[in-house]
């Protein structure tokens, strides 16, 4: 089965003051790794794509990395508007009409101004 | 920006009701997706949906659950007989091709 663990589970920041959040996975052949933030009530919205290790992607103060085991969120200069649970899905090379994501608990990050 | 809509926000039923939930996905897009989110927990795969037909679903999903397309463009959740335990956030997700999915705000489904 496959597995997500993101750490950790609560991070708080002051603005300014960069951190990383970290997803470890196990899967039968990974297929993608996506990284959402989801605000309190609402649904997960997209931010990164990683498909191989050695890949990595960037939105604003966001940076996304993957290895074979793991994935790394890092946050440059935060502010208070990047609080919110940051949420690791994986996507397994299984069967040819299997596309569920799997996805961790999240990691809850706020940002102090 | 496109986006996967869905309705109601939030929904309150008695148990042993049914209830639909309702999504617009994303227009050409080819795979459709539910997941629920119980409060507190991890947002954890239902089923999906591809050329008219379920192509993947959980052990969450029996025969008290089933999805429908009925036109072109909903994309619907029936749950025939409501437990407490169904209580939770219900969110509809849509993508192009095998990738990358994008969900919907959610519906609110509080079972009484």
């Known amino acids: 089965e496959d597995q997500v663990t993101q750490s950790p589970e609560a991070l708080r920041l002051q603005e300014g003051e960069s951190s990383s959040l970290n997803c470890s996975y196990t899967?039968?052949?990974?297929?993608?790794l996506f990284w959402y933030r989801q605000d309190p009530g609402k649904g997960p919205e997209f931010l990164f794509t990683?498909?191989?290790a050695g890949e990595e992607k960037e939105k604003e103060r966001l940076k996304a990395t993957l290895t074979k085991k793991e994935s790394f969120l890092h946050i440059t200069a935060p502010k208070p508007e990047d609080s919110a649970t940051y949420l690791c899905a994986v996507q397994a090379m299984k069967g040819s009409n299997d596309y569920k994501l799997s996805f961790g608990a999240g990691t809850t990050v706020t940002v102090r101004a | 920006e496109p986006e996967v809509t869905q309705t109601p926000s939030h929904q309150v039923t008695q148990m042993g009701q049914e209830v639909i939930l309702r999504c617009v996905p994303i227009?050409?897009?080819?795979?459709f997706y539910w997941y629920r989110q119980i409060l507190g927990q991890k947002v954890e795969f239902l089923v999906s949906f591809y050329n008219n037909e379920i192509s993947e679903k959980s052990e969450i999903f029996d025969d008290q659950f089933s999805v429908e397309r009925p036109d072109g463009s909903n994309f619907t959740l029936k749950i025939r007989s409501t437990k407490l335990e169904d209580s939770a956030m219900y969110f509809c997700?849509?993508?192009?091709?095998?990738?990358?999915?994008?969900f919907g705000p959610g519906t609110r489904l509080t079972v009484l």
């Open positions: 227009s050409n897009h080819l795979y």
């Open positions: 899967v039968s052949g990974l297929r993608g």
């Open positions: 997700a849509s993508s192009p091709l095998t990738d990358t999915q994008y």
């Open positions: 990683l498909y191989s």
